[in-house]
T-cell receptor, first 112, second 112 residues
Framework: NAGVTQTPKFQVLKTGQSMTLQCAQD?????MYWYRQDPGMGLRLIYY???????DKGEVPNGYNVSRLNKREFSLRLESAAPSQTSVYFC???????????FGQGTRLTVV | GNSVTQMEGPVTLSEEAFLTINCTYT??????LFWYVQYPGEGLQLLLK?????DKGSNKGFEATYRKETTSFHLEKGSVQVSDSAVYFC???????????FGAGTRLFVKA
């Protein structure tokens, strides 16, 4: 089973460029999440989608937008990338909000 | 607000040593508690969980007990292996919530 699939795995952007990180899950999960991981700070929630058709801000939403395209797919968009957005981004999904989360392999993003 | 605090790393042990990684939490309700593990270059995966006070989660020789009186969920293993080298994250989710709150992570190195 594929589980949670993220693309791309690596990306380098110039300041001001835009890009979309893609995420898809094949487990029929209701809830999906985007996190960023920075050294010494654990994982911080950017946005989440409790169910298809809904999205909500997490802890660090500024500079990001999301789209829950359907039940399987949840994308994260950087409209104008900044060096502070250099990080590893993880997509995750769960059956419901308080169940265990399943994570993708991550996207390592560098903004120069 | 809710939070998770875990011991700073890195923790370096010899093979077959006893492992403890401390984790404490603050919460307004009665959260579910989790330990996730992250191997190099991969996303997080669930190691074990406990959903109510005095529950013990266990998996692959790792154990953690949900202690409401001390608001703790310490991870233990009696005899670590080199293959246990990874980063370990303690996490909580409020009942009915959609935000998994992670600790900063503890890196474990096990020497042969």
């Amino acid at each position: 089973n594929a589980g949670v699939t993220q693309t791309p795995k690596f990306q380098v952007l110039k300041t001001g460029q835009s890009m979309t990180l893609q995420c898809a899950q094949d487990m029929n999960h209701n809830s999906m999440y985007w996190y960023r991981q920075d050294p010494g700070m654990g994982l911080r929630l950017i946005y989440y989608s409790a169910s298809e058709g809904t999205t909500d801000k997490g802890e660090v939403p500024n500079g990001y937008n999301v789209s829950r395209l359907n039940k399987r797919e949840f994308s994260l968009r950087l409209e104008s990338a900044a060096p502070s957005q250099t990080s590893v981004y993880f997509c995750a999904s769960s059956v419901i909000g308080n169940a265990e989360a399943f994570f993708g392999q991550g996207t390592r993003l560098t903004v120069v | 607000g809710n939070s998770v605090t875990q011991m700073e790393g890195p923790v370096t042990l010899s093979e077959e040593a006893f492992l403890t990684i401390n984790c404490t939490y603050t919460a307004t309700g009665y959260p579910s508690l989790f330990w996730y593990v992250q191997y190099p270059g991969e996303g997080l995966q669930l190691l074990l969980k406990a959903t109510k006070a005095d529950d013990k989660g266990s998996n692959k020789g790792f154990e953690a007990t949900y202690r409401k009186e001390t608001t703790s969920f310490h991870l233990e293993k009696g005899s670590v292996q080199v293959s246990d080298s990874a980063v370990y994250f303690c996490a909580q989710v409020d009942t009915g919530g959609f935000k998994t709150i992670f600790g900063a992570g503890t890196r474990l190195f096990v020497k042969a």
